[in-house]
C-alpha cells in the first residue's frame, strides 16, 4: 500500500527475522484471524484493556477499528504507530509506539501483542527492539516508558533485557480485581547499553512531519544498522 499523502505506508523497520510495517487490510484480517485463535492463556489478562475478552464475531471487527481510529485520530502533537510485524511474510503480532507532544517532550509509550503460537521465541524483544532504535535513533526520543502486571514474568524480562528500570507500582483494576501494576523507563543511555538488535529504518524522512519533527530539528541521523 502506498500514498504519496500517508508516507507512513511507506515506513518500514527491518531485524534479522522481523519486518515491521503498517498493516495493510490483507494484514489486518490476518490479525484479526490470530487474535481470535488466541494471544494469551483464557485465565489470564495481560492487558490493561481486557479487549481480548470479547467474543470472536466482536474481536475481529474491533482490532480492525482499533487500527482505523489510530490512523484517522493521528496529529503531531498526539500520535500511535501500530505496526503489523512479519516474519517470513506471515503476520504474527503487533507492535505500537505511541508519542503525545513528542516534539517537545521526546518521550514515548510502547504496547504489543503476539500471537500465541509464535511466543517463547524472542521474538517480543526483537519487535520491540525495532521501535525502540525508530524512537531512539530516529526520532531523537530521550525516554520511553512501558508497563506490565506484577506478574506477568514474560513482558518483564523482555524489559529487564532491553535496559528498562521499574518506575513506580500502582494498583489497577484487572478485570474484575485489584492488581499490581508495574511501570517501566528506558533512557536513551540505557537504551544505548544494552541494544543489540540490529535494525534498518526505510522510508523514515518523509514522515518526520507527521511525527511532529522536521529534517532540521538537530535529533541523531539515522544509522542503517545498530551495532552488533
Not at 54 to 75: I, K, M, V
Not at 92 to 98: D, K, R, S
Not at 132 to 154: E, P
Not at 164 to 172: A, C
Amino acid at each position: 500500500m502506498r500514498s504519496r499523502h500517508w508516507p507512513l505506508f511507506g515506513l518500514r523497520l527491518v531485524t534479522p527475522r522481523l519486518e515491521l510495517r503498517l498493516p495493510t487490510s490483507e494484514d489486518l484480517d490476518a490479525l484479526a484471524d490470530l487474535a481470535v485463535e488466541g494471544v494469551h492463556d483464557p485465565g489470564y489478562m495481560p492487558f490493561g484493556v481486557p479487549w481480548t475478552d470479547q467474543p470472536p464475531q466482536r474481536l475481529a471487527p474491533a482490532l480492525l477499528q482499533y487500527h482505523w481510529s489510530a490512523w484517522g485520530a493521528w496529529r503531531p502533537d498526539d500520535w500511535r504507530l501500530e505496526l503489523a510485524v512479519l516474519r517470513d511474510d506471515v503476520v504474527i503480532g503487533t507492535q505500537g509506539v505511541h508519542g503525545r507532544d513528542f516534539a517537545l517532550t521526546r518521550e514515548v509509550a510502547t504496547g504489543s501483542w503476539l500471537g500465541r503460537r509464535f511466543q517463547g521465541r524472542g521474538i517480543g524483544t526483537e519487535m520491540r527492539a525495532a521501535v525502540l532504535h525508530l524512537a531512539f535513533a530516529g526520532l531523537g526520543a530521550v525516554a520511553a516508558h512501558s508497563a506490565a502486571w506484577a506478574d506477568n514474568a514474560a513482558s518483564l524480562a523482555v524489559s529487564r533485557k532491553l535496559g528498562y528500570r521499574p518506575n513506580g507500582v500502582e494498583r489497577q483494576k484487572r478485570r474484575d480485581e485489584a492488581a499490581l501494576h508495574q511501570r517501566l523507563l528506558l533512557d536513551r543511555e540505557s537504551w544505548e547499553r544494552h541494544r543489540t538488535v540490529p535494525v534498518e529504518i526505510y522510508g523514515l524522512e518523509p514522515c518526520l512531519p507527521l511525527f511532529g519533527l522536521q529534517d532540521d530539528d538537530g535529533f541523531p541521523p539515522v544509522p542503517s544498522r545498530t551495532p552488533t
